[in-house]
């Protein structure tokens, strides 16, 4: 069931793309680009205890939970999933847009490897 909820919080079919903004311009304090080719880019997000950023957009992925994670999204709709990860937990992670909130008291951490198609 775990898993469910974490796959519905990137599940994001048929997003419009006026929200497809990329999360390094309009959060850079929270992401960082740590590889990037032709193929991939890898990023590190980083939220604090009630962090928050704007509406953005991540292509499919993969996402790995370096902390236990717990989040609430909201969608371009003005709906919200809440959803968590456990350290070391790895999903993938359909593209889409959301806005994320870290909801734990504790600092979260997720890498997120990006395909780049064609």
């Given amino acids: 069931m775990r898993t469910c ?3 519905a919080l990137f599940l994001l079919a048929g997003t419009p793309l006026a ?13 960082s680009v ?23 957009y991540h292509p499919d992925g ?3 939970f370096v902390t ?3 989040f609430r999204f909201t969608m371009p709709d003005g709906s919200t999933v809440e959803a968590s990860g456990a350290a070391g937990e ?14 734990g008291s504790e ?7 990006e395909l780049k198609r064609d």
């Fill in 68 to 70: 236990n994670s717990s």
């Fill in 19 to 31: 929200f497809a903004q990329d999360p390094v311009e309009v959060a850079g304090d929270h992401y």
């Fill in 90 to 103: 790895t999903i993938w992670a359909p593209g889409g847009a959301h806005s994320p909130e870290n909801m």
């Fill in 5 to 7: 909820t974490l796959l």
């Fill in 107 to 113: 600092p979260a951490e997720v890498i997120l490897v």
């Fill in 62 to 64: 993969v996402a790995i």
């Fill in 34 to 56: 740590i590889l990037e080719n032709d193929d991939v880019r890898v990023l590190r997000i980083q939220y604090g205890p009630g962090d928050r950023t704007a509406m953005h």
